[in-house]
């Protein structure tokens, strides 16, 4: 099972550029997430879609876009990359949002911006 | 405004017992997740909690008293393996998962 699927694992970017985290989920699940973790911090909520052709902001979407045309696929875009995006990007999907699903999250993607 | 408070690190030896504990603060209460996340690795869910008590899984438990807003996890037998940052999460009323900042767990032999 692939579960999550996010790419790259890694990128460096220069402060302006731009770039698309990809993330696919293989479970047929309907929420998608992507959170970003900053060093001794908890994860922060930045967009989340409870399906296809639907998409919120959580709690730091500044900076951010997404889409989700299908139900598989949730792909983050970072507009004019600033140095305070760098961070670990999680993508996550659970079968519905409500109590007592899980989620499962993505391997994660480590970006820093100089 | 919203607040999960647990301890930022903790050290214990292997084969001895630990207990983390995890206050919160949330608008509504829809259930209370613990999840697992070595260094570099996603989080993996260790347990979920809606009622108050103890629920009991293998090495680990996960207790939940929703009139304190309190919650701990405990972890017995320790192994090296278990060394890791443990997350607290609530779902508050909207469903929307507000996070602790983790306790870095270390294990010494």
């Known amino acids: 099972n692939a579960g999550v699927t996010q790419t790259p694992k890694f990128r460096i970017l220069k402060i302006g550029q731009s770039m698309t985290l990809q993330c696919t989920q293989d479970m047929n699940h309907n929420y998608m997430y992507w959170y970003r973790q900053d060093p001794g911090m908890g994860l922060k909520l930045i967009y989340y879609?409870?399906?296809?052709?639907?998409?919120d902001k959580g709690e730091v979407p500044n900076g951010y876009n997404v889409s989700r045309s299908t139900t598989e696929d949730f792909p983050l875009r970072l507009e004019l990359a600033a140095p305070s995006q760098t961070s670990v990007y999680f993508c996550?999907?659970?079968?519905?949002?409500?109590?007592?699903?899980?989620?499962?999250f993505g391997e994660g993607s480590w970006l820093t911006v100089v | 405004g919203q607040n999960i408070d647990q301890p930022t690190e903790m050290t214990a030896t292997e084969g001895a017992i630990v207990q983390i504990n995890c206050t919160y603060q949330?608008?509504?209460?829809?259930?209370l997740f613990w999840y697992q996340q070595h260094a570099g690795e996603a989080p993996t869910f260790l347990s979920y909690?809606?009622l108050d008590g103890l629920e009991e899984k293998g090495r680990f438990s996960s207790f939940l008293s929703r009139s304190k807003g309190y919650s701990y996890l405990l972890l017995k037998e320790l192994q090296m393996k278990d060394s890791a940052s443990y997350l607290c999460a609530v779902m508050d009323s909207n469903y929307q998962l507000i996070w602790g900042a983790g306790t870095k767990l270390i294990i010494k032999p």
């Open positions: 909690n809606v």
């Open positions: 996550a999907s659970s079968y519905e949002g409500s109590s007592g699903n899980t989620i499962y």
């Open positions: 949330t608008s509504g209460f829809n259930g």
């Open positions: 879609s409870v399906g296809a052709g639907i998409t």
